[in-house]
């Protein structure tokens, strides 16, 4: 018998053969002896667990930062607001408590994830928890336990309740040996933070999971993400939503990154709608399953710019911190997302010039009431 045959059939026995005849054995379970997943033999290899005609129902990790508020408010209007769980170990506000089921969930307590998952037949999983790059280079430790093992949790729980599962990535998964302007889906990808670092195994991961067991593993490459209704959580892009805070407070801004200094951004209603999409996109579009996504590219200089256009007496200064500016400085200057949108029609609504339209009408109006009361 050939060598090649006599392998593949040792391997098939070791594995099982599974009638679509690829390699996809049950992913590793956490506790042998408990109902263990089987794969059966018609499973289509990129098989969600609910049919075309049912909504998903859906859990939201770290949910309480910058984006797990809008992504919960976003998808519950899509879907309902009973079938979005939105989680964090924070206590929420008043105001998101009664807005929709919330839970505790810790990421790094499996069996709480899991009991999660199963008691309330949870088959959409957005993973947001993390720590972000500033927060992560002060407390590297932790930031590896829970944006490393919080995801092998993550991933743990989610192949074996053959959940879909989102993993947001980020710009900050690329590194100075990798090309800046544009950086390309597939490059070097060799970044100097823990979060980078992080991410780039998120990615890998999740990619393997997808490949080895079935997993249904989505993730895109957020830019620097900028919202008005909520606060950013330590990261380098964190001066974007701030400028907006302080020029119509103070009419001033202390930017903690040079002039110069070119990173990718995207408005958080961009971003929401990007990772709905991709979630939604049918298998068979998806020739990759991490993919960059962008919306427009500016400095703080470029930034500053458009705010004068809107607040002539804006004045900003620069107090740079070198964390962030040694992050900044090994970034995407520019994002290539052409893949994505080719292959699922990804599209962005917000330049620059709406951008800041939005941002500083929103506080506008937020100061106007905050006055007026
Ligand atoms: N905001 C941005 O500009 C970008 C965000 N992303 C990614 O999107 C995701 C969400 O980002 P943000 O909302 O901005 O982050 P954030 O830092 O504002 O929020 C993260 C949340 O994770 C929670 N968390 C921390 N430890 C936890 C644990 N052990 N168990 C459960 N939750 C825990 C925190 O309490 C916090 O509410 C992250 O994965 C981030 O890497 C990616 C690129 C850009
Ligand atoms: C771009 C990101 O991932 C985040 N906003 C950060 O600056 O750390």
Known sequence: MPLARMLR?????MLGSPACGCWMPAPPLRFLGTSPRQIPADASFHSASFSGTDQPRVLITGGLGQLGVGLANFLRKRFGKDSVILSDIRKPPDHIFHSGPFIYS????????????VNNRITWLF?????????????VSLARAVNITGLH???????????RLFVPSTIGAFGPSSPRNPTPD???QRPRTIYGVSKVHAELMGEYYHYRYGLDFRCLRYPGIISADSQPGGGTTDYAVQIFHDAIKSGKFECNLKPSTRLPMMYIDDCLRATLEVMEAPAESL?????????MSFTPEDLTQEVLKHIPEFQITYNVDSVRQAIADSWPMNFDDSNARKD???KHDFDLPELVT???NFYGSDTRIAQAN
């Not at 020739?287 to 919306?295: G, I, L, P």
């Open 9 to 13: 059939q040792v391997a098939g026995q």
């Open 106 to 117: 810790d990421i790094l307590d499996y069996k709480n994830l899991r009991e999660i998952v």
């Open 127 to 139: 993973h947001y928890s993390a720590l972000l790059s500033a927060v992560g280079e002060a407390n």
């Open 153 to 163: 949790n993550v991933l743990d729980v989610a192949a074996e309740h053959n959940l």
């Open 186 to 188: 597939l490059c070097v």
């Open 287 to 295: 020739s990759m399953r991490t993919y960059n996504v962008n919306a």
């Open 344 to 346: 699922w029609g990804w």
């Open 358 to 360: 939005t941002m500083l």
